[in-house]
């Protein structure tokens, strides 16, 4: 079984210009969840997509912003970049609700913005 | 905000040693989860406790529950240096809608 996927691995980007993350789940999952581990920092929770719908979202402001695709996959897209944007992007997905079952992650998307 | 604050923030041990981490969080939870990641790359789901099991065990791993004291305990038994990684722990809220997580204890394991 293929794990979760993310693309690209390292993007470098300068500042007011736009990123987009991909992120593809395991088979069969439904729910992608989007989180920013910031350098020393623990993960913050950014979005939830579940079945093409955005279903919750962290205290991020609105240049985050992402979609889910009818095959589950899921894109990130952060506008107008700012330096302290710059962190891992992790991608995961579940077959169930978060806290009700694991979270299966990718490697991430390093994104540094110069 | 953060829900989960692990203790301590960094561990440094010897090969064949136990480690022990703590997890402290703030509100009612459904279950608690412990991650480890290694340098730089995604994290791997260790073990789920719900909030009705005091205790769980997985091959060296052993977490414990204490809902009255909102805290969690994860402890490695034996450990090696390929247990060398960050451990994290996430709470899941009632709402079930996102899983939170700590800052993580650093493990450092030294052959």
């Known amino acids: 079984e293929a794990g979760v996927t993310q693309s690209p691995t390292h993007l470098i980007k300068t500042r007011g210009q736009q990123a987009t993350l991909r992120c593809s789940p395991i088979s069969g999952h439904t729910s992608v969840y989007w989180y920013q581990q910031a350098l020393g920092l623990g993960l913050q929770f950014l979005l939830w997509?579940?079945?093409?719908?955005?279903?919750n979202r962290g205290n991020f402001p609105p240049r985050f912003s992402g979609r889910q695709f009818p095959n589950y996959s899921s894109e990130l897209n952060v506008n107008a970049l700012e330096l302290e944007d710059s962190a891992l992007y992790l991608c995961?997905?579940?077959?169930?609700?978060?806290?009700?079952?694991?979270?299966?992650f990718g490697n991430g998307t390093r994104l540094t913005v110069t | 905000s953060q829900q989960g604050e692990e203790d301590p923030q960094a561990l440094s041990i010897q090969e064949g040693e136990n480690a022990t981490m703590n997890c402290s969080y703030k509100t009612s939870i459904n279950n608690l989860q412990w991650y480890r990641q290694n340098s730089g790359r995604g994290l791997v789901h260790l073990i789920l406790?719900?909030?009705?099991?005091r205790e769980k065990h997985s091959g060296r791993l052993r977490v414990t529950l204490d809902t009255s004291k909102k805290s969690s305990s994860l402890l490695i038994t034996a450990s090696r240096a390929a247990d060398t990684a960050s451990y994290f722990c996430a709470t899941g809220n009632t709402g079930f809608q996102k899983l939170v997580f700590g800052t993580g204890t650093r493990l450092l394991v030294s052959p």
């Open positions: 995961a997905s579940s077959s169930g609700q978060a806290g009700n079952s694991p979270l299966h």
């Open positions: 997509y579940d079945e093409g719908e955005e279903r």
């Open positions: 406790i719900r909030s009705n099991e």
